[in-house]
């Protein structure tokens, strides 16, 4: 399984971007799948996940109301509508896959993960 991220960009606080992880070489029906955030000279943390068994989504607790997380199966690609961007949500976002949602929501490290892309938001 390949992910390859893109959508990432500058926006100005209050503006919207939509993340696409693409996937190639096999199936996202398998896996559950997550996107996580890393900040310059901070942690990953997990953004947003869903569950491929149940549709069982988690959001973070600063982003909910404000992003998004769906999957296509018809175009094996998942995606992050991110809206009412801030400045804190500034990073490098990068989508990942694993066949337990679990191991996602404990932000241990995905079996998969894309290469990233940059969301910045300033003025």
């Known amino acids: 399984l390949q992910l390859v991220d893109s959508g990432g960009g500058v926006v100005q606080p209050g503006g919207s971007l939509r993340l696409s992880c693409a996937a190639s070489?096999?199936?996202?029906?398998?896996?559950?799948i997550a996107w996580f955030r890393q900040a310059p000279g901070k942690e990953r943390e997990g953004v947003s996940c869903i569950n491929n068994r149940n549709s069982d989504t988690y959001y973070l607790d600063s982003v909910k109301g404000r992003f998004t997380i769906s999957r296509d199966g018809a175009k094996n690609a998942v995606y992050l509508q991110m809206n009412d961007l801030q400045p804190e949500d500034t990073a490098v976002y990068f989508c990942?896959?694993?066949?337990?949602?679990?191991?996602?929501?404990?932000?241990?490290?995905?079996?998969?993960r894309g290469q990233g892309t940059q969301v910045i938001v300033s003025l």
């Open positions: 990942a896959a694993d066949q337990y949602f679990a191991r996602l929501r404990l932000n241990l490290q995905p079996d998969y």
């Open positions: 070489g096999s199936s996202l029906d398998g896996y559950a």
